[in-house]
């Protein structure tokens, strides 16, 4: 089984749990983790230019 690590938090990701997101760009964080990251910044920590989708990701997930 191959590990994945949260590159924000540096802690591996569960894939048999719910607590991690998947951007439009395929990086994979905890939700915490990503969460935190958008209230700073909406683009994502690894392909900053590339990923503007966060932004429509944080509407659908986190405004109710």
Known sequence: ETKTE?????CDINPH?????ITPCNHVF?????TRWMNVNMTCPIADPICHQLKYIHHLFFKR
Do not use: F
Request: net charge negative.
């Open 17 to 21: 749990s719910y607590d991690y997101m």
């Open 6 to 10: 949260c590159p924000i938090c540096y």
């Open 30 to 34: 905890h939700v915490d983790c990503l």
